[in-house]
Nanobody, 114 residues
Framework: QVQLVESGGGLVQAGGSLRLSCAASGSTFSIKTIAWFRQAPGKEREWVASINDGGSTNYADSVKGRFTISRDNAKNTVYLQMNTLKPEDTAVYYC????????WGQGTQVTVSS
């Protein structure tokens, strides 16, 4: 079993920055890829960014150049640095771990005011 706990969400003005954290515990060796998804009110959950165990990263076009995903293996933590935030980035952000099984965190709210 793997537990994923997100933190770092909050309220920020447009143009500001936030850093989200996803701390993994349990059988973390079984996780190969960590991704961030987000879900805005009334919309489907969408993929934002991902990083695999080799450190390769991918981003949705909507966040490319503004968001950076990284990982600290010693801390079993994945980060999502979000810069130049826009009101349309407002959503609940979820951490997702995939490997032998898939795991979701509980989510953290990000609200960007205009």
């Amino acid at each position: 079993q793997v537990q994923l706990v997100e933190s770092g969400g909050g309220l920020v003005q447009a143009g500001g920055s936030l850093r989200l954290s996803c701390a993994a515990s349990g059988s973390t060796f079984s996780i190969k890829t960590i991704a961030w998804f987000r879900q805005a009110p009334g919309k489907e959950r969408e993929w934002v960014a991902s990083i695999n165990d080799g450190g390769s990263t991918n981003y949705a076009d909507s966040v490319k150049g503004r968001f950076t995903i990284s990982r600290d293996n010693a801390k079993n933590t994945v980060y999502l640095q979000m810069n130049t935030l826009k009101p349309e980035d407002t959503a609940v952000y979820y951490c997702f771990g995939s490997g032998l099984r898939n795991y979701w965190g509980q989510g953290t709210q990000v609200t960007v005011s205009s």
